[in-house]
C-alpha cells in the first residue's frame, strides 16, 4: 500500500510539473518539439516527420 501511494504521488509530481511548464510557456507550447533537431534521432537529416521540416528550418532552435 505504500508503494502504491508512493507511485500515485510522484507520478502526480510529474504531471504536474508539465502542467506548470506548459501554463508558464507562451502560448502553451513546448520549445523544441521538432525530432528533426536532435542529432541522436535524426542521423540521415531527414525532415520531420511531425512539421516536415529540416534541421535548419526549425523555428526551435
Known amino acids: 500500500m505504500k508503494l ?6 510522484l507520478l ?9 511548464k506548459i ?12 525530432a528533426s533537431q536532435n542529432p541522436h534521432l535524426n542521423k540521415n537529416g531527414e525532415p520531420c516527420g511531425y512539421c516536415g521540416k529540416t534541421a535548419d528550418q526549425c523555428e526551435n532552435r
Open 23 to 34: 501554463w508558464a510557456k507562451k502560448d502553451g507550447k513546448f520549445a523544441g518539439t521538432c
Open 4 to 9: 502504491i501511494l508512493i507511485s500515485i504521488a
Open 12 to 20: 502526480g509530481l510529474g504531471v504536474a510539473g508539465i502542467a506548470i
